[in-house]
């Protein structure tokens, strides 16, 4: 059974520091690794989406790599600022009906 | 665009009462899932369909049915609500089962069962 561990449970930073947020899992074979943020009362936004053939995939401040035999993946938040506070889910896919989420990292920017 | 719609976003239903949540795609997406998302336990699949006429079973679906009657909507029924089931309930949507292709989800339902 896939397990998909998020640690920490929580992250409290400054203004503009570079920030690391982790995801394990126990299976390596995936399809793919997505990243979502949560907003307190909202649903799920699709932050980046790596496919189990890559290693990692940019989009402005974020990057997201992935280390298939280790069973990690990390997002990179650069120069974090304080819209950048929500929740980060990670989601393992190993199939189209079987997607295992992390219970995720609540994040909060500090001005 | 409007991507993944639920209605309603918020309800409150007492013990043994029924009702029905909506979700509708408008990017003829293949799959569509419903997910429970509960505190510590991350989100949890109920049921899901890989296409119109057809649904199936997923992780916790005891107490829940659906139906998919159009590809662009999925429902999800409660026949009888139980204090178990309050929950925030996510619709997504897939395009496809290949690798490149990333979940879209509704902005969840609300529900209270006292």
């Known amino acids: 059974k896939q397990e998909v561990t998020q640690i920490p449970a929580a992250l409290s930073v400054p203004e503009g520091e570079n920030l690391v947020l982790n995801c394990s899992f126990t299976?390596?074979?995936?399809?793919?690794l997505q990243w979502f943020r949560q907003d307190p009362g909202k649903g799920l936004t699709s932050l980046l989406l790596?496919?189990?053939?890559?290693r990692e995939q940019t989009s402005g401040r974020l990057n997201a790599s992935l280390d298939k035999s280790s069973g990690r993946s990390t997002l990179y938040i650069a120069a974090s600022q304080p819209g950048d506070s929500a929740t980060y889910l990670c989601?393992?896919?190993?199939?189209?009906?079987?997607?295992?989420f992390g219970t995720g990292t609540k994040l909060q920017v500090i001005p | 665009n409007a991507g993944v719609t639920q209605t309603p976003k918020f309800r409150v239903l007492k013990t043994g009462q029924s009702m029905t949540l909506l979700c509708a795609q408008d990017?003829?997406?293949?799959?569509m899932y419903w997910y429970r998302q509960d505190p510590g336990m991350g989100l949890r699949l109920i049921h899901y369909?890989?296409?119109?006429?057809?649904?199936a079973k997923g992780e916790v679906p005891d107490g829940y049915n659906v139906s998919r009657l159009k590809k662009q909507n999925f429902l999800l029924g409660l026949e009888s609500a139980a204090p178990s089931q309050t929950s925030v309930y996510f619709c997504a949507s897939l395009q496809g089962a290949t690798g490149n292709q990333p979940q879209h989800f509704g902005d969840g339902t609300r529900l209270s069962i006292l």
């Open positions: 299976d390596s074979a995936i399809y793919n």
């Open positions: 790596i496919q189990s053939s890559q």
């Open positions: 989601a393992v896919r190993v199939g189209y009906q079987k997607v295992t």
């Open positions: 369909s890989v296409g119109e006429g057809t649904t």
């Open positions: 990017m003829n997406h293949e799959y």
